[in-house]
């Protein structure tokens, strides 16, 4: 199965290194005030992935494998604390994350170059390819960190064995926290009918994740109470639809009527999955 440490793996080859590190601390430094300046958020970000990233998703539970840099380290070195030149490169990635994420979503994918998110940042473009091999490879860590942070984390809510029709109905409710997310896929989208890179590694990322979600609820279908002859699959890439369609329309100005309305939506949806099909009998419900 696709993980989500494939859908980075491409960024994972040899790149340029710069070794100096006084000109690599002045280039974090000027990071940190364009990050600043854009009113973006502070340096606890976390990378594309962490080791052992667990997902759960829509009131569900899938892993999305190791980080293929930590996989290849043994256990000791794994354990210890990253230095500091480790942690200023850690930072500066971050930051030019959440930059790119920024312009992307604003400007558009296919309007903004390396070097625009070079002179925004006050960076050399040699410092961003130390980091990315391309715009594309931006393009998936600004959407990965994005869905990690603003579905997965969110989802896990405060139950144990989280409920999926509850955890759709207040992902629903929170749409417009995801407005910037659904923009970036809307424009890598866009992009990928005509390049085939961006098109590869963006398909590879949203696999990673759907398998994730897949998995969990084919591994906990009976606990969640879903109908046998629901096909899994289909009802996470059509809720998923959901979500990215929302961006398309919200691209061109159309918006739900509210979010309690549209939280509504979902939860009758979720529901609904736990339904017999049409001509089938409904189970009968026990008396209490």
């Known amino acids: 199965m696709t993980t989500a440490a494939d859908g980075v793996g ?3 080859g040899p790149l340029p290194v710069i070794d100096d590190d006084r000109h690599l601390a002045g280039e974090v430094e000027a990071v940190r005030l364009a990050r600043h300046s854009l009113c973006l958020r502070s340096s606890n970000l976390i990378t594309v992935l962490s080791d052992d990233t667990t997902s759960t998703v829509l009131g569900v539970t899938g892993s999305l494998g190791q980080h293929s840099s930590m996989t290849e380290q043994p256990a000791r070195a794994r354990s210890r604390r990253p230095g500091k030149s480790a942690e200023r490169a850690q930072a500066t990635r971050a930051a ?17 170059s390396i070097r625009d998110v070079a002179q925004r940042g006050e960076l050399t473009t040699g410092a961003i390819y130390g980091h990315f091999r391309n715009k594309a490879d931006l393009l998936v860590a600004a959407i990965n960190q994005r869905i990690a942070e603003e579905l997965e984390a969110q989802s896990m809510g405060a139950r144990t064995t989280p ?6 109905t207040r992902l629903s409710y929170d749409y417009p926290k995801r407005r910037r997310l659904r923009a970036l896929i809307v424009q890598g989208s866009a992009a990928a009918h005509t390049d085939e890179d961006t098109r590869e590694k963006l398909r590879a990322e949203q696999l990673s994740h759907l398998n994730a979600w897949i998995a969990g609820y084919e591994r906990d279908r ?4 879903i109908d046998p002859s629901v096909d899994i699959r289909t009802a996470v890439i059509y809720t998923w639809a959901v979500e990215v369609g929302l961006g398309v329309l919200e691209g061109i100005g159309i918006e739900p009527r509210s979010r309690k309305a549209w939280s509504d939506m979902a939860n009758r949806f979720g529901r609904a999955l736990q339904l017999p099909p049409d001509g089938a009998p409904a189970k009968r419900r026990a008396r209490r």
């Open 163 to 168: 409920d999926y029709v509850e955890s759709l």
């Open 222 to 225: 009976d606990r969640l109470g």
């Open 10 to 12: 491409a960024c994972r």
């Open 96 to 112: 030019l994350i959440e930059l790119a994420a920024e312009m992307f979503s604003h400007g558009g994918y296919i309007q903004t």
